[in-house]
C-alpha cells in the first residue's frame, strides 16, 4: 500500500489502538509510583521516569498516519480524536515533571486514599479505552458496555477530586505549600486525563 493512499475505518480503530497502548503503558506506571510512594526510592522512580519518556517519545511517530486520513467526515472525526489523545501525552509529560519536583517527600497523610482512588481510576479507564476501541467493530454491544465504564469512571474521578480538596483543605487549615500545592496539581492533571479519555471515548465509539 503506498503511504500517500488513504486509510480507511479499520485501519484507523487499529492506529489509534497502538497510541493508546502506549499511554496505558505510561499510566501503568504513573499509577504504581503514585500509589506505592514508599516502596520505590527516588532513584527507581528516574528508571520508571526515563521509560515514561522513551514512551512519549516513541508515540511520535504514532501519529504519522493522520496525512492518509481520508478527506471527510471519518477522517476528521479521527483527528478529533487524535487531538484527545495529544492532550494527554502533554498532560502525561506535566505529571511526570511535578512528580520529579516531589521527590521521595510523603505524601501519603495529605493524600489520603483519594490519591490511590484516582490514579487507580485512570489507569482502570485506559484498559476500558483500550478495549472499546479493539471491539467496535468485533462485538458492538461490547463496545458500548466499555464505553459506559469509560464514563462512569470519569464521573467517579470528578467525585473523587472534590473529596480530596475538601481533605487537603481539612488537613492543612487552608494553607497549601510547595509539596501540596504541587500534589493538587498533580490530582488535577490526572483529572482531566479522565476527561480526556472520555471524550476520545465518545468519539472512538462514533467511527
Not at 496525512?67 to 489523545?85: C, E, F, K, V, W
Request: charged share 25%; with cysteine.
Amino acid at each position: 500500500m503506498a503511504e500517500s493512499e488513504e486509510i480507511d475505518k479499520t485501519q484507523i480503530l487499529e492506529y489509534l489502538s497502538v497510541i493508546i497502548d502506549k499511554q496505558a503503558t505510561i499510566s501503568e506506571l504513573i499509577n504504581n509510583k503514585l500509589c506505592c510512594p514508599d516502596s520505590t526510592s527516588f532513584e527507581e522512580w528516574i528508571e520508571q521516569r526515563q521509560k515514561i519518556t522513551r514512551q512519549l517519545k516513541g508515540l511520535v511517530d504514532a501519529y504519522k498516519f493522520s496525512a492518509r486520513l481520508p478527506r471527510n467526515d471519518l477522517g476528521i472525526t479521527a483527528q478529533a480524536a487524535m487531538s484527545y489523545l495529544l492532550r494527554i501525552q502533554c498532560t502525561f509529560a506535566n505529571v511526570s515533571a511535578m512528580m520529579d519536583m516531589v521527590r521521595n517527600d510523603s505524601f501519603n497523610e495529605i493524600y489520603m486514599d483519594s490519591l490511590t482512588s484516582i490514579a487507580q481510576k485512570v489507569n482502570e479507564q485506559f484498559l476500558a479505552l483500550s478495549n472499546l476501541i479493539k471491539l467496535c467493530e468485533e462485538d458492538p454491544e461490547s463496545a458500548v458496555s466499555a464505553l459506559e465504564t469509560v464514563r462512569r469512571l470519569e464521573r467517579e474521578v470528578d467525585e473523587d477530586n472534590i473529596v480530596i480538596c475538601r481533605q487537603i483543605s481539612t488537613a492543612t487549615g487552608g494553607n497549601s505549600d510547595f509539596l501540596c500545592y504541587v500534589m493538587r496539581k498533580i490530582v488535577s492533571d490526572l483529572e482531566h486525563i479522565s476527561d480526556y479519555m472520555k471524550e476520545c471515548a465518545v468519539i472512538v465509539a462514533e467511527i
